[in-house]
DNA sequence: AGCCTATGTCATTCTCCGTTGACTTGGACA
DNA sequence: TGTCCAAGTCAACGGAGAATGACATAGGCT
């Protein structure tokens, strides 16, 4: 709203960096406000940009937002990840403050407001599972693989939304236990 | 949509009856569709009742939203859980499809809508504390209450949303051993 | 029966926002 | 320096959907 992300003074006419700015604004405000909730005239000011220059650019709201989504699908490292210790280095992470990494969190936002959206959710699912689910998938193994990483996603996915939306994080005792649990529950569904 | 809830021949000018059909159209659409996705022409349509009985009798569309929330957020159903079936019938539940039977899950679903949207995710914390987190608090019981009930709403969390992303409903022994392990996993949570 | 008010209907208006197309300007190149 | 195209600006259009208010009517009450 705000927050200015271009510099005060406009850029020289350079497409490629405009077209950047404009793509950077718009993720930041379809994570936060989602599809509807982001107007093209905000999106554009936060870019410094025009909005009809959206239009020129990504061909409207809808390109707009293919656009976005694609970039914030980032590269995965599922496969980076040690099997041993998965469940409680997750469960350590989750327990943390959300606003500790608030830009880490923007491209999983995105996709939570894209998937709780009707209109925006049949575009999730291509992407998701080519680079979420399957490599998950390859990565647990063992019996069960389709249910197993459906289960393990919906528990990740469940936990970086409490993780959002709960004001206050766990402290003490109940924190451990809370880290104890998620990472035994996290840990038994990697384990064949 | 296409379904009404109310009887096909319109009441006979019943205003607490017009007022439920409404709230409960609205309840419907609004978790279906968030605040955005939802209009106010379809949730009178699908109550049987003009668009303009909603100003009428809630003020406008932020009014319908409130009451909704408020009537989607009381804690009379949580304490009705079996603990024993638990599991399995949530499992089972969030195995089907996205778009069907999704009655008992309205409230949750509707939750889930309105903390992602900025705009109504502010009349959430205190009311989901209260009468959400702490009706589970006092239902599972036993040890860890505080980090049980997180984990529990997490899990709940995460299977709606891959309930929403998923276009094909898991079938055939893929779909019982998610159902087995997701009513494993909800029931030790349940169980002291 | 005959009013009278609450209930329901309809057409219209108002506002917001995405989109469009004509216009202006900067700057690269000859 | 003059030309020309891409980059950027501006105002207006159109559709969608919420809100409004005048109008119609059912049905209780006297």
């Given at each position: 709203m705000t927050t200015v992300l271009a510099p005060e003074r406009s850029r020289k006419r350079d497409a490629d960096a405009t077209r950047a700015a404009i793509l950077a604004a718009a993720k930041k405000h379809?994570?936060q ?5 982001a107007f093209l005239r905000d999106i554009a000011a936060d870019a410094g940009a025009d909005a009809a220059l959206i239009n020129r650019y990504f ?5 707009l937002?293919?656009?976005a989504?694609?970039d ?31 830009d ?89």
């Open positions: 379809f994570a406000s989602g599809y509807d909730g061909g409207g709201k809808d390109g937002f293919a656009a989504l694609k914030s699908i980032a590269p995965d490292r599922i496969a980076q990840w040690d099997r041993k210790t998965f469940g409680r280095e997750v469960a350590t992470m989750m327990a943390g403050h959300a606003h500790a990494q608030v880490r969190m923007h491209s999983f936002q995105f996709l939570l407001q894209a998937a709780t959206n009707p209109t925006t959710a049949p575009l999730l699912n291509e992407a998701v599972q080519e680079r979420f689910m399957c490599p998950i998938r390859d990565w647990i193994g063992g019996d069960d693989v389709e249910a197993r990483a459906r289960l393990l996603a919906s528990v990740f996915i469940g936990l970086l939304v409490e993780r959002l939306i709960r004001d206050e994080p766990l402290e003490g005792p109940e924190r451990d236990a809370f880290i104890e649990r998620t990472a035994a529950m996290l840990q038994s569904l990697v384990e064949h």
